[in-house]
């Protein structure tokens, strides 16, 4: 568990004394994928390096699985941030070593003897699937397979912790997607808490449980992901939701929408979590004696489930349509709503 | 042929000549290395933002740097006479150069290893410190090795001036080929044995740019 209290951090320029983080105060489980996420300038990514004291905290308290981090003395940090991996956006590998050996370094400085070192080079890219490149250097990998390596690396003294420092920043969606996976996996296979700093809402949706968002260095929201995603209340994080789920102009959208579908009952259904794997709409085809139509919709997932919103319109009986709804109100968990009745 | 297009040429004078510039050469890179590592390391760690940041420290590595490079060659060898005679007992022949090759040409070997130094990534660095090295890891498994291309090809160019620096040191007794090239040739106004020795030297440099040109592309895998 991590857990940190009243962290501060003060920059002073031209005598002005600018917190980049501000009274920070926050819990993280053991296995959790805790997102932060902020625009830059947020001071997220001086918050995610004050928990390895590459940045010294001005004042507050760091406690990492019971060691408090920020009264270490500087043997004891270096230690201690033997069980700290961290990656980078810019990998921030050795140019001048070859994949197996920049993955080699944190163990020669933790002292591992050179047997096991390769014993353990070898699992480490397996793991990070880099099977056939090991000699190769850097300048001859793409960006995602340098943040492989550069997450082999931190993973290969067995840290408890991995913080990373808007590790896909720097790399297309594509290859993006592909880091997140391995990070989703790491964490189910090791347990290992990951910690993400990013600007990205995407990255936070894919592969996060918790979220928090910044806004000059303080955390101004935070909680479950599904949760921030369908209730987000500052308006930065409800700008962050908008990169995901478009401009929230449901309101023109609708009336369009009712206007040029004339017939029928118009309705709105929104999933959450769970809900969406519900076989709704086949469902309700089923069952009753209604047709439907979907008019417009978005569904994303999260790793806590999908959410989104549906609008379709619904033509049948009265009586078949009012079984319907008490149907979608009683047996499942889709919150709906009746735009339009019938006219 | 050889013997009249430069007649005035003993060839044992000219090999031993030829030794000797060499001699001092690979001497002098061997001190200039070493004592310009060391300063180029205390400068950059000294400095501001620096892993041993002083301000003091830096201010005396750099004063001392700076003047030793401000002094020219030939004067700096005359100031340097009652050291060399102290350190070697003697102030003529190869070995009372060296004394004065090395301290002119490592404060500025020493500025090129800053230079290069400065150059590796920041975040190479901080990763090296999330990890937990040491300061001495640090130096040995990150700096040198990332900035070896520039460090090499800093050497090479230092050698360069060392060259010319033995040919100056040899004007005023140190042997090699500028003592051969003003004493025998210059002052007896034999031409063709200035002649000779400079094209030896054109010759030395090239070798060492060479080399140094070739060690500086095996090394670098950027």
């Given at each position: ?15 002005d ?16 994928i805790?997102g ?9 990514s ?5 928990l ?15 060691e ?5 003395n ?28 920049n993955i080699?370094f ?25 099977g ?47 880091i ?8 189910k296979k ?26 000059q ?9 599904l ?52 076989t709704?709409?086949s ?8 047709d ?6 978005k569904?994303?997932?999260t ?35 009746v735009?339009?009745?019938?006219s | 042929?050889?013997?009249e ?32 590592l060391?300063l ?8 501001k ?10 201010f ?18 005359l100031?340097?006479?009652?050291f060399?005679?102290f ?15 090395i ?6 070997y ?30 040995f ?22 060259i ?7 004007a005023i ?14 002052q ?35």
């Amino acid at each position: 568990m991590i857990s940190i209290e009243g962290l501060r951090k003060v920059f002073r320029l031209n005598n002005d004394d600018i917190a980049a983080v501000d009274d920070l105060t926050l819990t993280i489980p053991d296995g959790e994928i805790f997102g932060v996420i902020g625009y830059s300038g947020a001071g997220k990514s001086t918050f995610v390096r004050l928990l390895n004291r590459l940045e010294e905290p001005s004042s507050g308290r760091i406690v990492i699985d019971d060691e408090e981090i920020t009264t270490l003395n500087s043997k004891q940090l270096r230690l201690a941030r033997q069980g700290i991996g961290m990656i980078f956006q810019h990998f921030n590998l050795l140019w001048s070593r070859t994949v197996e050996a920049n993955i080699a370094f944190p163990l020669e400085i933790a002292g591992v003897p050179k047997q096991e070192r390769q014993k353990r080079v070898q699992e480490l890219i397996d793991l990070v699937g880099l099977g056939g490149r090991e000699k190769a250097y850097p300048s001859q990998l793409s960006g995602g397979q340098k943040q492989r390596v550069g997450i082999a690396r931190a993973l290969a003294n067995n840290p408890k912790v991995l913080l990373c420092d808007e590790a896909t920043s720097a790399l297309d969606p594509e290859t993006t997607n592909a880091i997140l996976n391995l990070l989703v996996d790491i964490n189910k296979k090791l347990g290992l808490t990951i910690i993400l700093i990013t600007h990205e809402m995407h990255v936070i949706r894919k592969i996060c449980n918790q979220v928090a968002v910044m806004e000059q260095g303080r955390i101004v929201e935070q909680g479950n992901v599904l949760d921030v995603f369908t209730h987000p209340v500052q308006d930065v994080t409800k700008k962050f939701v908008q990169q995901i789920m478009g401009p929230s102009d449901e309101e023109d959208d609708i009336t369009n929408i009712i206007e040029n579908n004339a017939d029928g009952i118009i309705l709105k259904l929104q999933f959450l979590g769970e809900a969406t794997n519900q076989t709704l709409i086949s469902q309700l085809a089923k069952r009753f004696d209604i047709d439907l139509n979907i008019l417009q919709g978005k569904i994303t997932q999260t790793q806590a489930g999908g959410y989104g919103t549906l609008f379709v319109q619904v033509i049948g009986e009265q009586e078949e349509f009012d079984r319907a709804l008490s149907f979608i109100q009683e047996q499942t968990s889709v919150e709906v709503e009746v735009i339009r009745d019938v006219s | 042929m050889l013997a009249e297009l430069f007649p005035n040429i003993k060839y044992e004078d000219l090999v031993e000549a030829t030794y000797e510039t060499f001699y001092m050469t690979i001497i002098a890179i061997i001190g200039t290395c070493i004592f310009g590592l060391l300063l180029g390391l205390l400068l950059y760690l000294t400095k501001k933002d620096g892993i041993w940041k002083n301000k003091y420290i830096y201010f005396v590595v750099a004063a001392l740097v700076n003047i030793f490079r401000a002094i020219p060659f030939i004067i700096l060898i005359l100031l340097l006479f009652p050291f060399t005679d102290f350190l070697i007992g003697t102030i003529r022949g190869p070995n009372a150069a060296l004394p004065a090759l090395i301290i002119g040409s490592a404060p500025f070997y020493g500025r090129l290893v800053e230079i290069a130094l400065n150059e590796v990534e920041k975040g190479v660095i901080e990763a090296a410190k999330a990890m937990g090295a040491k300061t001495r890891t640090i130096i040995f498994r990150v700096l040198l090795p990332e900035s070896m291309p520039a460090l090499v090809s800093g050497l090479t160019v230092t050698s360069i001036a060392l060259i010319g620096y033995t040919a100056m040191a040899g004007a005023i007794g140190a042997g090699g080929l500028g003592n051969y090239a003003y004493y025998f040739g210059f002052q007896r106004r034999d031409f063709d044995v200035v002649f000779l020795c400079t094209v030896i030297i054109v010759i030395i440099v090239f070798i060492f740019q060479f080399i140094g040109d070739f060690i500086t592309n095996k090394l670098d895998k950027r």
